[in-house]
C-alpha cells in the first residue's frame, strides 16, 4: 500500500473524479445521494477537508471527506464520507482516517463525528475496535431513502460515532499496544442484551432483556447483512428494527457505545455498551 499517495484535492476535474467514485464505491443511481462538484467546490473553499488517495498510474482510488460543523459550542469535523475501492481495500480506509485526524489536529481540533450502519460489522470493528470512537447518539433514518444497493431495503439508521481524536484512549487504540485486547474479567463476564442463535441460513434473537442495570452489556447483531437485506428482506428489517428499539433503550438509560467485537466463525459480532461515567 505504500505505492499509494494521499494528499488534498483542490481542483474542479479532481472533484468530479471523486464524484465517480462515490458512484463506483456505494452504487448509487440518482444524484440526490451524491455530494456533487460545486458542494466540494464552495466547501473546501471554506475549511472542509476533501483527501484524495491515487494509484501509481494515477488513478483516485479513495477518498475522504469533512466539513467544519459546531458541537456544544466548540469547532469540529463531520467526516461525511469515507470510501475505498473495493480493489484497493485492506488498509487505505485506514490511512485516509488517519490523514484525517492530522489535519484536524493541525487546525485545533479534537473531534471527528461520522455517521455508520450499526448492522454492518466490519464497519463497527473498523471504528471501535481500530480508531477508539465510542457512541452515545442512535439516529433513526437519518438519510431517508437511498438508491445505494448496500443500503436499500431498510431505514437508513445509524450510530453517531465520535472520535475524540487526541485522548488518551484513542492513542491506544491507534498504537495498538499488545496489551489492548487484554479484556478485564468483568467486561468477559458482561451479560448479552439480546441473545441470537442460528435459525437456517441467518441468526434470529432468542431472547431480549431490557432491564439490565449492570455496568456493562453486549448488544449482538449478525454478520453479512448487506447479503441479508437483498436474500431475506423481511428478516433484514426485523433485525434493524430490533437493534434500533435495542440501542435506543440503553442509550436512554445513560448507556454508549465503547468496543465491538467480531467473531467471525459465530457468524455475528457484539458492542459493548458501559454507563456513562
Do not use: C
Amino acid at each position: 500500500m505504500t505505492e499509494i499517495q494521499i494528499r488534498d484535492l483542490t481542483a474542479i476535474d479532481e472533484f468530479r473524479q471523486v464524484v465517480d467514485l462515490e458512484r463506483a464505491i456505494w452504487g448509487y443511481t440518482d444524484s440526490a445521494d451524491l455530494v456533487t462538484v460545486p458542494v466540494f467546490t464552495f466547501t473546501v473553499h471554506r475549511g472542509a477537508t476533501l483527501i484524495g488517495a491515487f494509484d501509481p498510474a494515477g488513478q483516485m482510488v479513495g477518498f475522504a471527506y469533512a466539513v467544519v460543523g459546531m458541537k456544544d459550542g466548540k469547532p469540529m469535523h463531520w467526516s461525511h464520507m469515507t470510501g475505498v475501492l473495493p480493489s484497493h481495500r485492506g488498509g487505505l480506509g485506514y490511512r485516509l482516517k488517519l490523514e484525517q485526524r492530522w489535519r484536524a489536529l493541525d487546525r485545533g481540533i479534537d473531534l471527528i463525528e461520522w455517521t455508520f450502519d450499526p448492522m454492518q460489522t466490519l464497519n463497527a470493528h473498523f471504528n471501535f475496535a481500530k480508531l477508539g470512537g465510542v457512541a452515545e447518539e442512535y439516529a433513526e433514518n437519518f438519510y431517508g431513502e437511498s438508491t445505494s444497493a448496500l443500503h436499500r431495503g431498510t431505514p437508513t439508521d445509524r450510530l453517531v460515532l465520535s472520535w475524540h481524536i487526541d485522548i488518551p484512549h484513542v492513542l491506544r487504540r491507534l498504537e495498538q499496544t499488545p496489551e489492548l485486547r487484554v479484556r478485564s474479567q468483568e467486561v468477559g463476564e458482561a451479560p448479552v442484551a439480546n441473545q441470537t442463535v442460528m435459525d437456517g441460513d441467518w441468526r434470529t434473537v432468542k431472547a431480549v432483556d431490557l432491564t439490565i442495570k449492570k455496568r456493562r452489556l453486549w448488544i449482538e447483531i449478525p454478520a453479512g447483512f448487506t447479503e441479508m437485506q437483498q436474500q431475506a428482506p423481511e428478516r433484514a428489517l426485523q433485525w434493524r428494527l430490533h437493534v434500533r428499539q435495542m440501542f435506543q433503550e440503553y442509550f436512554a438509560k445513560g448507556y454508549r457505545a465503547v468496543d465491538f467485537v467480531l467473531q467471525r466463525e459465530a457468524g455475528l459480532g457484539r458492542y459493548l455498551l458501559a454507563k456513562k461515567d
